[in-house]
T-cell receptor, first 116, second 115 residues
């Protein structure tokens, strides 16, 4: 078990370009989450999947953002027509859940996006 | 909607001294509460969690936290701080409408450790 992997770790792009981030969760985890963290703030929830189904999306996830988890394993987060306000750390987390009660999220190291 | 307040943006503690980081939450039902630590360039690491039962929970690295329902608090403590504890600490509450999976985080407290 290598934990949650995110790629790339850093991305610098020009405003208006599209970017895509990939997340590989812990293999036995059926839930996958995306969070965004800006400077001086705590992580903010964006969306989560249980297996391949996207079950919840935050209001923060504008139409320019799309996330997929096509086979219930890895996930991608795409941002179209990037804006400077999209500059942030994008965190992926995974967990094993679905039964009653809470489950514990394991986070990746994040993908830092800088939009020039 | 749930929320978390961490009133201290920065705290400086001398090495070997005790530490308490404050966390207050707002949630309409029984909360699931977490403390995470984030070091530069690292992901968030879970320190401890409270789901139910004993209100004093033990975590990794010698940390503990106490859930006080009457005060809506979940403060993090450590009796003796080490230089390696310097990092940013986040308190979070779990939301019931997704099986307590989606977390709402506070803005974090940066811990500085002086020699």
């Amino acid at each position: 078990d290598t934990g949650v992997s995110q790629d790339p770790r850093h991305k610098i792009t020009k405003r208006g370009q599209n970017v895509t981030f990939r997340c590989d969760p812990i293999s036995e985890h059926n839930r996958l989450y995306w969070y965004r963290q800006t400077l001086g703030q705590g992580p903010e929830f964006l969306t989560y999947f249980q297996n391949e189904a996207q079950l919840e999306k935050s209001r923060l996830l504008s139409d320019r953002f799309s996330a997929e988890r096509p086979k219930g394993s890895f996930s991608t987060l795409e941002i179209q027509r990037t804006e400077q306000g999209d500059s942030a750390m994008y965190l992926c987390a995974s967990s094993f859940g679905g039964g009653s009660g809470a489950n514990v999220l394991t986070f990746g190291a994040g993908s830092r996006l800088t939009v020039l | 909607a749930q929320s978390v307040t961490q009133p201290d943006i920065h705290i400086t503690v001398s090495e070997g001294a005790s530490l308490e980081l404050r966390c207050n939450y707002s949630y309409g039902a029984t909360p699931y509460l977490f403390w995470y630590v984030q070091s530069p360039g690292q992901g968030l690491q879970l320190l401890l969690k409270y789901f139910s039962g004993d209100t004093l929970v033990q975590g990794i690295k010698g940390f503990e936290a106490e859930f006080k329902r009457s005060q809506s608090s979940f403060n993090l403590r450590k009796p003796s701080v080490h230089w390696s504890d310097a990092a940013e600490y986040f308190c979070a509450v779990g939301a019931a409408n997704s099986g307590y999976s989606t977390l709402t985080f506070g803005k974090g407290t940066m811990l500085l450790v002086s020699p």
